[in-house]
Structures are given as C-alpha cells and as structure tokens.
C-alpha cells in the first residue's frame, strides 16, 4: 500500500472515531438523562484519547515526507496538505500540556457557569488565570510547529489561510463604518419602521411543525439527518447523519424559526460535502468563517429577504392560523429586522454583531499577547463598549463575562463570525447575479437553484481551497468589506 | 503502577470505548434516519477495531502473569479471573477469522432479512454455510484457547461456567416433564379459564404513560435511563445510563407493557450492578443466563402474580379510563396466563417457550459438530415441533429460518433463555420465602423490599461469582428444575 493510501485509510479511522464523539455530543445535549453526565464523560475521553493517538503516531510523519513523492494532484494534493496541517496542530502541543489545558478548560467552563448569573469575577478570573496562561503557551508552541504568528496559529485551526493581517484590514474598514450606521440605522428605524407586536398564539407543535416546512421546502434531508430541542441550538453530528437542534419559545416564535434556519444552512453545507471525499481532512467543510457563512445565507439573507417572505409569510399564517395587521408583510418584516443597541452578543440584530465581534478580537489578542491583564479586563470591555456601541453593561455577567469561548480555552474564533456574516453577504450578492430565477423561484418556495449553486461553488468544494481562494472562486473577488456595508445600507437604509 | 493497575486502567478504556458503541447501537435502533446506517456502520466498525487492538495487546499477557503474583483477593481476585478471561475469548480467534465472520455474519442476517418473508431457503442457506463454517472453526479454536467443549466455549461466552453438561441434565428433565405438562395445562384452560376479550381502546399515548407509572413504581431510575420506541424492544446502553425501549401495539396492550416490564428487569439488573466495579469485568452482569433471569424475574414471576395484579389493575383501569367485566381481575389475569401451542418463540407463553428454546439447543449442538447438515435442518425442526410442541409450521419462515440468532452466527446462546427462566422461578420462590412481607408490599405498589434482595443477593454480587455459585448463594441451593416444575404446576394447574 502506498503512503498515501496508509494516510487515508488512518484518517478515515481518526474521522470515525471523531464521528463517533459526535454523535454522543449530541446524545448529551438532547437525549442523555442528567445523571449520565459521568458515565458520558468518560466515554468521549476514552474516544479523544485514542483520536489522539492514532493521529500522533509517529509513522504518519513519514508516510507524509513519503507522500509527499508520490506525484499527488488535484483533490489527492490537497488532502495531503490538509493531512499535514491537521497532523502539525495534534503534534503541536506537549501531550502533558493538551491534558492540563483540558482540565482547566473543563473546570473554568464549569466555575463560569455559576459564577456569571452571580456576578462573582473574583471566582472566574482565578480559574481563567491558569487558562489563559496555557492557551498562551499554546499558541506559543503552536506558532513555531506552524510558523505562524501566535494568534494565528490559534485561528489557522477554525480559519486554515486567514490571518490577523486581513482581519485587522476587514474589522478597521467596519469599526470605521459601523457605530455611525448603527445611529443612522437607529434614526431612521425610528423615523420609518414603527411596528406592532405580532399577535396571536404561536404554540410549541405548530412552531414545530412550521420549523419542518421550511426545512423541507429548503432541501434538507430527513433521511440524513433530524432535528430536536436543545438548551443551546447548534448542529452536530456527522455529514450524512446531521443533527440539529432548536429551542421553543411560545412568546417569540421567530426566534426559534430563525434559528432553525441558522442551523439548517450548517446542516446543508455538510450534508452537501462531497460523498467521495467524506472521512478525509480535504472532504471536511472549509473553516468556521465559511460554516457560519453557510448558516448566515439562510438566517440573514435569503431568510430574510422579501423574497422569502413572500413565499414564508403565509405559510407562516397558515401553520399558525393566524392573521390581522400585524401579520401583514412590511409588519412582520419590521419586526424581523429591528436594530438595537444591547449588551448581548448572542441577542444582537445583524448591525451590531460585528462590533460585539470586533470588540472581542481586539480584547483576546491583546490577552494573548499580555497586553491586556486579566484584571483590566472589566474596565477594557466596558470601555469600548461605550465607545462601539454606546451602552455600558450593568453588570459584569452581561460584560466581559458573557461568552462561554474564553472560559473554554477558545481565542481565535470569534472573527470568523463576522468574516462569515461577511462573506455571506458577498455569496448572496452573486447568487443574484449568477442565478437569474433566484427571485421568481424563492417566492414559489423553490430554493433548488440557490442550493445548486452553493453545492457547485462552496459546499462541493469542501476543503480543496482556502478560505480566500474558495471566496475568490465563488464570487469572483477577494472579500469585499464593500459588499457588507452595502447590504446593510440597503436593508436599513432602504438605499 | 502495578501490573494489575495497568490492566484496571486497560479495561477502563475499553469498557467506555464498548460503552460508546452501546451507545451508538442504540441510537441506530431508536433515534438514527434511515440514510445514515453506512457512516453509522463505519464508525461502529471503528471503534470496534480499536477495542479489538486495545485487548489483544500482548501486553496485556504480561500483566495477567504478574498480576497473578500480587496476592490479590477477593473483588480484585475475581476481577482478575474475569479479565483473563475476557482476554483469552478475544485472543482466541485469529483477526482474519473475525474479520471473515463479521462480513459473513452481517451478510448472512441482511440475506435472512429478505428471505425469511419468502420462505426462500436456498438464499438462506448459501449465506448460512460459510457462516456455520467459520463458527465451526471457531468454536475449535475457543476449545483449544478454553481448554472446553467446543459448543461450551461458545457457551462460555454467553455464560460463564455454564456447561452442556449441565443444560442437558436441566433440559432432560424438563423435556421429560413438559410435553405432557402442556398437554395437561391446556385440558385445565378449556376447562376452568375461558376468557373475554377485554373491550375498550388502549391508546399508544397511555400506554406510554403505563408503561412510565410501573417504570417509576417499580424504582426505575430515569436520571440514569430512559425509555424510546424500537422495531425490536431490547434494553442496551451502559450501566449508569441505560436506555430501554419497547413497541406500542394499540390493538394488544398487554405485549407492550410486558415487554416494558421485561426490559425494566433488565434495566434494574444494569442500574444494580456495583458502582465501584463500573467500567471492570467483575462489574458486568453474570451472563446472559442470569440477565434473562431479572427480565423474568419481573415480566413472568413478579408482575404475574395476584399480588401484583391487585396493585396493577387498578393503576391499568384509571389509566386507559376501561372498566366492565372484560377488566375484572380473573378475567384480566387469564388473558396474559393463556396456553396455546404455537409456531413462533418470540410468541411462545412461559409453558410452551422452553420447548422452544431445547428444540433449538438441540439442534444447534448436531448443526457445530457436522452430526446435522443445513440441509436437514427443516425436516429435523418441523420433526421436533411436531413431538415436542405437536404443531408443524406451515411454512420455512415460521419454521427453522424464524429466527435471527443463527444467520447472525449466535450458537450457544439459546439455552439461557430458559437457564434464566428457571432461574427466575427459584429467585422468586426464595424472596417469597425471605422477604416476609412481599406480598403486603406488591399489592401497596412498593417494590423496594424485593428490589433490596435483589439488589444484595444478585445485583451488587455482579461477576463475582460464576453462575451456578451465584444462584447456590442467592438461593441456598443448586439450580433445582423442581421449583420451575412446581412453578408451572401451580400457575397453571391450580395446583
């Protein structure tokens, strides 16, 4: 058997294994009795111990230099690449270190968890400290096993070829544009966008039901994968064996809708990866920036375009049974696109996420580099708070410490939800261009020629690109920041 | 660490890596889209293939020889014994041979499948010979490895210590015995207990709610299990969280609440085992025998009795909101007692079921030691029916190819069925004799008495014991076909 072939059969066994810890993820969040916890805990670190290593043999750096003679081209080159990236990140770190970084990961994720309703930094900060220490020597180690700068190298694993250098140039071209757009955005809200609350009952089954239609009517597969209740939405499982999940609010409807749309564009992306190359690091999807693109495109532009509604808006009434004025279009789609300026990254409309998204990626680099003391880190978060979006948290749990990431060890992920939202929009803007039925189909509720397109351009590309190369591909240029401020202008602005 | 340490630690990790496939089963059974059975079968074969290295470490030789040499002692002693043999069973078998019998095995049960429905018995039987061939084999090479029978090291597996000499002594007499007790059972029943129908409608949903209330009552614990719909109800998942499932059949309530009250024998077996031995050998239930022997202890024994009925049938009234005649407890009580000669095992009652299963054991003895060719297989089962049970299947399907154990290359499992059932009638006779106040306690609706004895005298015993010193222990005495004669004469002669 060749090297390569050896490669490939090896990471075909890590990715069962990882699907396998998948699947009882998601076990966990939906189906698990709580006492299980225990029991659950051990299993999936007895699957990453073996994940681990499997995929720290020695015997794979030499099929890799071996490989690497043996003429790859194409997707067969590429998976290579993406087996040596994924090789170098699991060989970065000292085995000790991962273990450690593990359980304080664990345990500051834990402490967060009680200590934010409770406003108790004190407790927080003291788990976080041996955290971040870690997570910076991580990013240490990393650097010089990748040759990339520090939080790079942290960001190369959700973001493979993005860089702080672009993100500074995307996220100073926005922080130059957002905070006036917002007050634009907010004066003309005010002046142009009044609405009512949506009346009428909107139970649990019939959101249910509705969160199917649209499911279907958008092309995801059932017999694929399922949809449950979680108390945190998120998509799980494995291509081939997608697992979403929502929340019910019976006072808000469309938050759970629009959720079910975010996750169903996740769902799509990995449902459409390419069946031949399902297993291998080149079969994966490309990137968080690119996921959330994929679950954007539909929760904040195709979903909520007028197009959409026309299709979604009665069916809505229908499943509900309801109607009136407040269900009357332009209402409804007021409703769905008001802008606020709030504490919450996780509550914030689409015109201010990007600046509760910039403000972190300010906050952890310096974090990570040690500009920033873990103790400044209240007055540093409120700080620019005020200055980006004009409000100062109340208290400290709505402050800076509202994110599960940080107490998890995670810096380098949050940019690549702006970058997503970014490229999202720039996706949609070629759709429109490159797909001439898109506005006719969409109002039929027929989203075959969008899907066809992002299968063709993103989805069936999988990871045979960077992240700036498949954007380039797809829509014909590099990122465009322009694009974004564009979007937003013409949905808030009416420009 | 020590020797022994390191095997602990060792059969930890495998313990949760074969906790995760249980896991995974599960899922497949209850919660998986249809589609996703190839990535699902992917992951189990992984993680299959892992445990599979992590047991047939040679290592792991080296520490059972110096382990042996540590003086250890009782629960540690045990577990020691239990790890060699675990460790032998699954050295035994080359990896090619595995490897064959999983592909001949999995084909065989897909071909069975299909065939069954069409009484196709040359599909069946060519998908059949490779596979009794290669148990054939294996049995050889269990023999050699086990130093036993080669149908016994196939037995060994299933139930440790238990031999064919012993199932022969046990099914002789009961053979003696039974052909001529159903005659007579039979001759009673038209005689003393016609029955009605009982009337009313037994919907899916309060089934689900009775099955839920008997759970509950019966001390189930669902913060470490739960209970989901399958096509086959089984009881799989881990100990600490274990997941039962059953089927509604609105039509004939009684098969989905006995079945609920099997698998919750089962359950309560899983949830009693020793927590400090969770994840060891010596922790797992003492072989299927004994397994069979909780769910009976339960579905037959237990929750057949009039001290349960006078509890349960009320609770089953109010329930379904039914009353009248047809629901008066004689009446109520003859209906789930009914004798019938019958075709299918699955179906059998409690008098014709172990006919059934020495039938089987019959003839799966003459099929691994060549004295019974495929071939005749269907001349010798209709033969054997018709002496033993005195009906002649009217077709192949309800015949020698009803059931799944053989294609799926499972010989020496059937005689636990009824090893348990016994089991279960001397379990039960002794509690009464024991546990004083059984019978005021079960028609309260309070089961923690017996439950308590259970647990103390079988549950926490776990793998300490072979079989056959656990029932001596439990009981006081050998296992005795007397009780489950005397059983029998007294439920169904009156006697």
Known sequence: MSAYRQLVDRFKQISSIRGASAMLGWDAETMMPDGASGVRGEQL?????VAHEKITDPAISDWIEEAKGEGLEGWDAANLNEIERTYRHANALPADLVAELTKATS????????????????AFSAAFEPVLKM???????????????PYDALLDEYDPGMTSAQIDEYFGALQDFLPDFVTEALDYQEKNRSFSALEGETPTAKQEEL???????????????????????????????????TRYNETE?????????????????ELGLPEEWRGQPVGQARGMSMHESQSLFLDMQLCRSDEFFAY?????????????????????????????????????DEVTYPLHVMLRYRLEKALLSGDLQIADMEAAWNDEMKKSIGVVPDRIGNGCMQDIHWPSGIIGYFPT???GAMIAAQLFDTVKNQVPTWADDVQKG??????????????????????????????????????????????????
């Not at 499911?215 to 998120?234: E, K």
């Open 253 to 269: 409807f469309s938050q759970s809708l629009q959720g079910v749309l975010h996750e169903t564009g996740h769902a799509m992306y």
């Open 135 to 149: 997570v910076q020597e991580a990013s240490v180690a990393k650097s010089e096993a990748l040759g990339l700068d």
């Open 107 to 122: 345990n500051c994720s834990h402490v967060w968890q009680a200590a934010r309703p409770k406003d108790d930094f004190e």
């Open 45 to 49: 670190a007895a699957l990453a111990a």
């Open 417 to 419: 939800y702006t970058i």
């Open 446 to 495: 027929d989203f075959s020629s969008i899907f066809k397109w992002l299968r063709e351009n993103v989805h069936h590309k999988a990871s045979l690109y960077s992240t700036p190369e498949l954007i380039t591909q797809a829509t014909g240029k590099p990122l465009d920041v322009e694009v974004f401020k564009k979007h937003l202008q013409t949905r808030y602005l009416g420009a």
């Open 211 to 245: 969160g199917k239609k649209f499911m279907t009517a958008l092309g995801f597969d059932f017999n694929h994968g399922r949809i449950d209740v979680s108390a945190h939405p998120f998509c799980g499982g494995v291509p081939g064996d997608v697992r979403l999940t």
């Open 312 to 348: 979604s808006l009665p069916v809505i009434r229908e499943t509900f049974g309801v109607g009136g004025e407040t269900w009357e279009a332009e209402n409804f789609k007021r409703s769905l696109l008001k802008v606020e300026r709030g504490l919450i990254r996780v509550d914030a």
